[in-house]
């Protein structure tokens, strides 16, 4: 994901280890129109519960960086699939030298349809804006994405990171934005933290396990 902007994702979630799907769904995936480079990532942090969560746990994240003739896959079992693209605004952080070996995802939906606008508003002008500012250690690039033709999740927020330890990287985060704005409780901190419109889907950390080019 470094040094560009990629426009669109493929995303396969499921509870296959990392070895496994790197071995045998990857490079189904790797071999269809329009995948440019594909990625399998290890979930840090399983089972979380410091986050509401709508969709079910998984072991590993597969991450498939696809340009605009891409169509996903027939289905597999045991395997969700999720196809998005990068919305009109640009993503907010920087980027380094360093490969990126780290990811934290967030997945998020509007409570109605009507609140979508929004919700992508507050995230970017409010929650990514601080985020990004904070310049939290390890983080680089955060880029949303729209899922294709509507539905749940309905947003991606993807941060890569430069770090051995994502999980780490990802706890140092509040404690910076908090600085800056204030504790829990505070109009700042409340401000970014929530929005009405807010329904969070899905948020957890990744190792970077192998990847096909």
């Not at 990625?39 to 597969?62: H, I, K, M, V």
Request: proline share 11%.
């Amino acid at each position: 994901m470094e040094d560009r902007r990629t426009g669109a994702l493929y995303l396969e979630m499921t509870r296959v280890r990392p070895d496994a799907y790197g071995r045998e769904r990857a490079p189904v995936v790797a071999a269809a129109p329009g995948v440019q480079r594909s990625t399998w990532w290890s979930n840090q942090c399983p089972d979380r519960d410091d986050l509401p969560r709508r969709l079910p746990e998984f072991a590993t994240l597969g991450l498939h960086e696809v340009d605009a003739t891409f169509a996903p896959p027939p289905a597999a079992a045991g395997i969700t699939g999720l196809h998005v693209i990068a919305t009109p605004r640009p993503g907010q952080g920087t980027l380094g030298p360093e490969p990126v070996d780290g990811l934290l995802v967030v997945l998020i939906s509007p409570r109605t349809l009507d609140g979508a606008q929004a919700l992508r508003d507050w995230g970017d002008l409010v929650h990514l804006r601080h985020i990004a500012e904070a310049a939290v250690p390890g983080y680089r690039m955060i880029t949303p994405y729209e899922r294709v033709g509507g539905g749940e999740p309905r947003f991606l927020h993807l941060y890569e990171m430069a770090t051995e330890e994502p999980e780490a990287t990802y706890r140092a985060m509040t404690p910076l934005v908090q600085e800056r704005l204030g504790p829990p409780g505070t109009p700042g901190y409340d401000a970014w933290a929530w929005h009405p419109a807010l329904r969070i889907d899905y948020v957890n950390t990744f190792r970077l396990e192998g990847e096909r080019a």
